[in-house]
């Protein structure tokens, strides 16, 4: 059983000693246990946090423990009602060859999934965070302007397609001509503005002429510095995500814009909320499934993926992904 553990608690960006690969020997489940091959270990930003032991909504990893992470996996052998070997699970396996469990929280998908993978991105944990967050707390209406930025990533895509369907006018955020270029002619919002390019604050306000109703903020830093101004009366903010600040040492630079961005939410009626998934809108996920599961089906929803070739790969994908390096929803692909 291949592993990577945590070595040690990185400061700023995690790089090579933050991971250490091992061999031990495959675990045997006992009585009301399972034992799950690990297929696909899913790669997301909140991972971040768990490698620190900040305080936070979840307990951290402990050093030299693996690293936690969902998984799809195999069933090799089970002891457990629900569970037969050979099906296929939606679990949290970590970035392991080889997991126990106990059923707990696990998806059995049966024997012959189609795009299994997807249930760690559109069909899974990002896109339920999409569908809960935008409808719950974002509360679109037909007519409004949305704007959503990590525009090309697996969160921020399926906002901007759910905006499109629900009637919206749907701008995205994201780094580069490249990504920008996706969102508007694969996945179908009315633009895309390129962050890092040269007047970004300009372009973003030329592009939402009646303002900002929506604003789904993953990143935060200088993208909601440009948002603020252009956000409506009664504007509502889901915050998911501020992945621009996870790596950070230090507060940001610069004056304090504590009491402006107070001011603004008082005088605009703002209605900022943070939420952490599967603790707000868990219950959801079954009506998500059908639904997005029928978009999905249609083609009304697409989905973009980049598959990595094996676990050792992970700690480098890992970091890149930390860089704004994906395009799409980063998933490893451990195949032993
Ligand atoms: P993404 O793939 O969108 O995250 C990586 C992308 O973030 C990069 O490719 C990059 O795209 C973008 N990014 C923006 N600013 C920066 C920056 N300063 N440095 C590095 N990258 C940057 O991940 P997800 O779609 O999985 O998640 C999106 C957000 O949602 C994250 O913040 C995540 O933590 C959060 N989240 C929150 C949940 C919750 O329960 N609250 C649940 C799931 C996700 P670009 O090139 O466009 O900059």
Redesign the pocket.
């Given at each position: 059983n291949r592993r990577l553990v945590l070595a040690e608690r990185p400061k700023g960006e995690p790089d090579a000693n933050t991971l250490r690969l091992e061999t031990v020997a495959i675990p045997v489940p006992e009585k009301g246990q399972m034992l799950l091959r690990n297929e696909y270990l899913s790669l997301?930003?909140?991972m971040r946090g768990r490698m620190s032991d900040a305080p936070s909504y979840a307990a951290p990893v402990d050093v030299d423990a693996p690293m936690i992470g969902g998984t799809v996996s195999q069933v090799v052998s089970s002891h457990l009602d629900g569970f037969a070997e050979g099906d296929w699970v939606v679990a949290f396996g970590g970035w392991q060859d080889y997991a126990l469990s106990d059923g707990t929280g696990i998806i059995n998908m049966g024997k012959n999934p189609e795009n299994p993978s997807w249930a760690l991105g559109v069909l899974g944990?990002?896109g339920l965070?999409a569908w809960a967050?935008l409808k719950h707390i974002g509360q679109p209406k037909a007519g409004e302007t949305l704007v959503v930025?990590?525009?090309?990533?697996?969160?921020?895509a399926t906002v901007g397609q759910i905006g499109k369907i629900l009637g919206l006018r749907v701008v995205g955020?994201?780094?580069?001509a490249e990504?920008c270029q996706h969102v508007v002619e694969n996945l179908g919002f009315d633009a895309c503005i390129d962050?890092k390019a040269d007047g970004f604050a300009e372009t973003l306000k030329s592009a939402v002429p009646e303002g900002i109703d929506i604003y789904f903020e993953?990143?935060g830093?200088a993208?909601f510095d440009a948002v603020l101004p252009l956000l409506n009366t009664l504007a509502r903010i889901p915050l998911?995500?501020?992945?621009?600040q996870?790596n950070a040492t230090s507060l940001p630079d610069g004056p304090d814009r504590m009491n402006y961005l107070m001011g603004q939410i008082l005088r605009k009626r703002l209605t900022m909320r943070?939420?952490?998934?599967?603790d707000d809108f868990g219950q959801y996920y079954p009506e998500f499934a059908s639904e997005m599961g029928a978009w999905v089906r249609e083609g009304k929803i697409k989905y973009r993926e980049e598959m990595i070739e094996g676990l050792e790969q992970a700690p480098e994908a890992f970091i890149g992904?930390?860089?704004?390096?994906?395009?799409g929803?980063?998933v490893i692909h451990l195949g032993n």
């Open positions: 997301d930003p909140y944990m990002p965070t967050a930025a990590g525009a090309s990533g697996p969160v921020g955020i994201a780094g580069g990504k962050y993953n990143v830093g993208v998911c995500g501020l992945i621009s996870y943070g939420f952490i998934v599967f992904l930390l860089r704004g390096e994906a395009f929803k980063r």
